[in-house]
């Protein structure tokens, strides 16, 4: 993990699940880590977590769906360490529902959190990396960004968008702007995205496959390998998913 040390990352969703693993581990291997979520209580103790066991880390309340918030975030990660090596677009919800059962607000939702959250993401760090010169951008999909199942529609289509926004990101920079973008697509992983799930329905399956979900750790492992890579060398795709389904 020599190339993650001293790269400045920053990380949407840190407050818990996927994005604290990540967090945890890259500040164990080097790097300097900002973190932000809406959760300021939560994200504090993470990054007490890091310092104390010798990693270097910062917070910043922020809400993916504000485009201000996002360019606040890195305006902050630039002041505090003077540039931003990756940016890791983890944000997302997924409350899942059969579309007769017309859960428009969070159909709204998903889109502002897990598309244009992506988007913001990315519109706040580009042009930092794009004068830079360098530069890697994260984005988080989901192995329903590949294969629609009922009841996972709107939450598909979201994660088929951040498939389609990945590439096309690598299609415009690697090769003008040596800025890599690495899609990850994680299986069921025990996190906090089934707690948002509000169907009777959906919660009911949801209860029989949870105990199958892989660790966080599974997928920071995958984040960490992808950001190790070195310059010349891009992961466009990963997918990790659990053996047991």
Not at 56 to 77: C, P, Y
Not at 211 to 223: L, N
């Amino acid at each position: 993990m020599e190339n993650i040390k001293n790269k400045v990352v920053v990380i949407t969703g840190a407050s818990s699940g996927i994005g604290e693993a990540t967090a945890k581990l890259i500040a164990q291997n080097g790097a300097k880590v900002v973190l932000a979520a809406r959760r300021e209580d939560r994200l504090q103790a993470i990054v007490d977590d890091i310092i104390r066991d010798g990693g270097e880390a910062v917070s910043v309340k922020a809400d993916v769906v504000s485009a201000e918030d996002m360019l606040k975030l890195a305006q902050t990660a630039l002041q505090k360490y003077g540039r931003i090596d990756v940016w890791v677009n983890n944000a997302g919800i997924m409350p899942n529902s059969r579309l007769n059962e017309l859960r428009v607000d969070e159909w709204d939702r998903m889109i502002d959190v897990n598309v244009k959250g992506v988007l913001y993401g990315i519109a706040a760090a580009l042009p930092i990396m794009c004068e830079q010169q360098s530069g890697h951008v994260i984005n988080l999909s989901s192995t329903a960004g590949y294969e629609v199942a009922p009841t996972s529609a709107v939450y598909s289509a979201t994660k088929f968008a951040v498939r389609a926004i990945t590439e096309g990101l690598r299609l415009e920079e690697s090769a003008a702007s040596g800025i890599r973008s690495t899609l990850i697509a994680p299986g069921l992983t025990r996190t906090e995205l089934l707690d948002g799930i509000t169907s009777p329905e959906v919660q009911m399956m949801a209860k029989h496959i949870s105990d199958k979900g892989i660790s966080p750790y599974s997928i920071a492992r995958a984040i960490a390998f992808a950001i190790n890579e070195p310059d010349d060398t891009l992961i466009s795709e990963i997918m990790v998913r659990p053996t047991a389904l």
